[in-house]
Each structure stands twice: as C-alpha cells, then as structure tokens.
C-alpha cells in the first residue's frame, strides 16, 4: 500500500464516521425511539448491503478506500455492543437479544443479498 493510499483510507475512514453520526441522529430523532437503536441498527444494514456490494464489484485500490475506509468508518460493532450492554444492564434482556440476533441477520444477509446482486 502506498503512503497515498494510507491516507486516501483514513481520510475516507472520516468521511464514514461523520455520515454514520448524521444518518443516526436524523434517525434517533424522527423515530425517537430510545429502546431501540434505529439508526445505528440502518447504519449498520446500509453498511454490509453496501460492504457486500463492494466485495462483489471493487478490484484494486478501491477495496481498501470503499470497504476499510469508508464503510469501516461508517458502521459500528462498537456503538452496537454498547447498546446491547445498556439493555443489559437495565434488565431488558429481551430486547438486547432481539436487537443483537436482527443485526447479525438482517446485515448478513444484505451483504450476502448485494454480494450477489453485485457479481
């Protein structure tokens, strides 16, 4: 990888983390729903359809800038972790388990469903 590849990554790695602020907070506040973490949970889901759609289609030094960059910056384990571990802590195990296994099943399959609609 070349020094402006490095940087092309973290700079789209930015990029990423800043669209993934602004799509959360406009969903937090249309949906208000406190509960459950609607726009992290559609961050997540827009970033593996789209993660999936780039393993398919990308070649080169667009797999590093699009899918680590990116869509690295963009969707979160962490803030989807943090979540699950507030419902937790607050007793409401139902929902930490509800909104943990639709992550895993709703993002694995759009990556999986845009994986092939790409290729």
Excluded: H, K
């Excluded at 602004?22 to 406190?34: E, I, K």
């Amino acid at each position: 990888m070349t020094g402006l590849v490095f940087f092309a990554v973290c700079a789209a790695g930015g990029l990423g983390a800043v669209a993934r602020y602004l799509l959360d907070s406009a969903l937090t506040r249309l949906f208000r729903s406190p509960a459950w973490p609607v726009g992290i949970f559609a961050v997540n889901l827009v970033g593996s359809c789209a993660a999936g759609a780039a393993a398919a289609s990308l070649t080169g030094n667009e797999v590093p800038l699009i899918s680590t960059g990116f869509l690295g910056g963009f969707t979160t384990f962490s803030t989807l972790m943090v979540s699950v571990v507030q419902m937790l802590s607050t007793r409401r195990i139902a929902l930490a388990v509800s909104y943990l296994a639709a992550t895993a099943i709703f993002c694995g399959a759009g990556a999986w469903v845009f994986y092939l609609l790409s290729g």
